[in-house]
């Protein structure tokens, strides 16, 4: 359960972080941070101040890459894993 919770934790909005993780809908885009919210690292986001403006929308489509990869693992995790 730790596991997930903590992987949630990157894009997930926090109210629905709690003992039901698990039952979370990860498809379901009203259950997910915006995707300026989603935490991708304190390293990575060092490196995207110091990108240009004009870049904005590779940064914004690399999050979204994230978002999906944190969603297909939080699905792994609850179908593989014990955590209900």
């Not at 809908?25 to 941070?33: A, E, I, T, V, Y």
């Amino acid at each position: 359960m730790r596991l997930l919770k903590d992987i949630c934790q990157n894009f997930v909005k926090p109210n629905l972080i709690n003992e039901n993780v698990h039952l979370i809908l990860f498809s379901n885009k009203d259950n997910l941070l915006p995707i300026d919210e989603i935490f991708i690292g304190s390293e990575c986001q060092q490196e995207f101040k110091l990108m240009s403006p004009k870049d904005l929308n590779l940064i914004s489509e690399f999050k979204k890459n994230c978002c999906q990869f944190y969603c297909k693992a939080a699905e792994e995790i609850v179908t593989r894993l014990p955590v209900g």
